[in-house]
Structures are given as structure tokens and as C-alpha cells.
């Protein structure tokens, strides 16, 4: 086994453990993380969202019940948002254009972990019913074609905006994760889907790893030391990304 398989085993479960500990199914990491080691381009995309449908429904189903979930909100997203993520899905950016929009989006989780983005506990915008269909559309859109959930985006929005509590923004965020994984997942298989046969010993050691960030995440715990040591890792890697 070569040095960079075993490099890959260890970091897809710590992604994994770090994104779901806030709800998060941990694409953009996934990605990045695929896109480093030097993964195909046709490879990357689908392992990412196949990876992100199990650590995001893990993340769910351990913060549902950490509070009241925002269903009115959620609906108002995701009805939008899974068409958008199809059709996103079904196109197909340049390798070069594709690295940078990645490296640009994971400045997100790097300001999320970071502790950056503000959070309000008061609506600082009242919501209009135009307001998250719109979010849904542009949010889901891009996550097809990058081949992520969305929630790196989505739940520092909602939290700056004050729509939804930091627990409750987890669970919103995972499950709206886990439905535009599939939406976009199933988009990208119009093309020729390639699927590594190492996928399938990654998938146990991330869903590992999510479960036990979910867990862990869903009961209070807050490693901020750790979280700011990824989002250095994320911010370098970013860097890295958009440079080329």
C-alpha cells in the first residue's frame, strides 16, 4: 500500500468527524482532500457526494432532536434547492475552473471553524417568502457542479441572519446536505460515473468517523483548539487550490 492510500485512509475519517461535529457532511474536504492526492477528475465528484449522503444523514439523525427543527424554513430551501442541485449535477466546469470554485468555497468552513461568521441569536433580516427559495436555487445550483451539499454555505447564512438556533442549523443543514448529495449525484450520472475501487474501504473509516463527530457534536462538544487547526489546514489548502 503506497504512502498516499494510508494518507487518504486517516484524513477522510478526521474531515469527516470535524464537518459532522457542526452538521456538516464534509465534501468540500473530501474533494479537496481527493483533488490533492491526485485523484481523476471523473472519480472525484461522485466519491465526494457518495461519502457526504452517509456522513449527512448520520449528522441528522443525531441532532434532530436537539431542538425544535425549522421545518417551514427547510421546506422553503430544499424544494428549490434539490432541482437546482440536479441540474447542476448534469454540468461539467473545466479541471482549472473547477479547483479554483472549490478553493473559493472552502474559504467557507475555514471562516465557519474559525469562528468568523457572526451569530445572531435575534432575526437580523425578516424572512420574505421570496428569501430561501431564492438562497435554495443559487445554493443547490452550485452544489451540483461542485459536487458538495451546500451546507458550508447555507449555515453560516442562516446563523448570521439570526432564521435558526446553532443546533437547529445543524440538523436543517444536514438534511438538506444529504438531499442535494442525491440530487447532485444523481445529475453527475449522466456522464460516465468512475468510481474508485478504494472508495469502498474509505466509505467505512468516514462514516466511522462522522458518527462519532455527530455523536459527539449533537452532545455539546466543542473542540475549539482542533477546529482551528482545520481550518488552517483548509485555508492552505484553498490557497493551494486557487493558485494552482
Known sequence: METW???????MPIAAFFYASVGHGGASSYLMILALIGFAPGEIRPSALILNMFVSIISFLNYRKSGVFPLK?????????????YLGGTILLDAGIYKRVLGILLL???????GIFPISDKEKINQKWW??????????????????GGGIILSPIILMLGWAGVKETAALSALFIFLNSVAGFLGASVFHIELT???WIILPLTVAGGALGAFLGAKKFSPQLLKYLLAFVLLFAAVKLIIG
Open 131 to 148: 428569501m430561501a427559495p431564492i438562497l435554495g436555487v443559487l445554493i443547490g445550483l452550485l452544489s451540483g457542479m461542485i459536487g458538495i
Open 108 to 114: 467557507f468552513p475555514v471562516m465557519r471553524f474559525a
Open 197 to 199: 475501487t478504494q472508495l
Open 5 to 11: 492510500d494510508w494518507l487518504l485512509y486517516f484524513l
Open 73 to 85: 424554513l427547510f421546506l422553503s430551501l430544499v424544494v428549490f434547492s434539490i432541482p437546482a442541485a
